[in-house]
């Protein structure tokens, strides 16, 4: 079984992060760059697959050169390969541009079976690029999974709603996106760390996949930051001493508070 699993890197959750003031776009100089968490539970199911129906796993990712960083991750913890898609015209671009670019990479993979991603990404939370890839691709996808079992041609998922879940099957070639239920992400070992720097990359430009540039970048984007602003900085809090009517106090600046955000 050959899977291919779709990373991002992404700012770290526990930095503050900023918009540049320059085009409107995330800064990812203002904060630590790291693997988007969601995307190494898919890393660690692609591996359990592996080792029980043996194959390839492929990772593969878009992202600038620094993103080279979460490729070598991936790798160290037991990936196979890699492509990289790297250019400057990829800045700015959005899930659109972002599943075209997955979907012509994955285009160039030989015989690929499942393609794993993680649900969604920290940074921008849309869930929608798996959906968004398996239709570019023409493959079935089965989304949020808490579970995957494959038997044959066979994928089969546990779907994680609400309220429990769904068994939803498809068959092979698909997309799936995994929950953070799915499993325990292993840590790189040493020797997955040294080795990881032999495995073979494949690097790729916009060009090289046939995509003209206005497809993608901030001039492709369907969507833009028409303006934006800072947080004000928090106000010192306010003491109200409970006379025995802290509580009808409390609710009148609660209500204040929320007409003030036009809430109410």
Known sequence: MNIVVCVK????????????????????????????????????????????????????????????????????????????????????????????????????IDAVDLVLLGSESSDARMSVVPAMLAERLGRAQLTFAKEVTVDGPTVTIKRLTDDGYQVVEGTTPAV?????????PRYPSFKGIMSAKKKPVQTYAVADLGIDPGEVGLSGAWTSVESFELAPPRESGRVVTDDGNGADRLAEKLVEFLASKKFV
């Open 9 to 108: 890197q992404v700012p770290d959750t526990w930095s503050e992060k900023r918009l540049d003031p320059e085009d409107s776009t995330l800064d990812r100089e203002a904060t630590d760059p790291v693997m988007n968490e969601m995307d190494e539970y898919a890393v660690e199911e692609a591996l359990r697959l592996q080792e029980t129906h043996g194959g390839e796993v492929t990772i593969l990712c878009m992202g600038p050169d620094s993103a080279t960083q979460t490729v070598r991750k991936a790798l160290s913890m037991g990936g196979d390969r890699a492509v990289h898609v790297v250019d400057d015209a990829l800045h700015g671009s959005d899930a659109v541009a972002t599943s075209l670019v997955l979907a012509r990479a994955i285009e160039t």
């Open 176 to 184: 799936v996106s995994v929950v953070e239920k799915i499993n325990e």
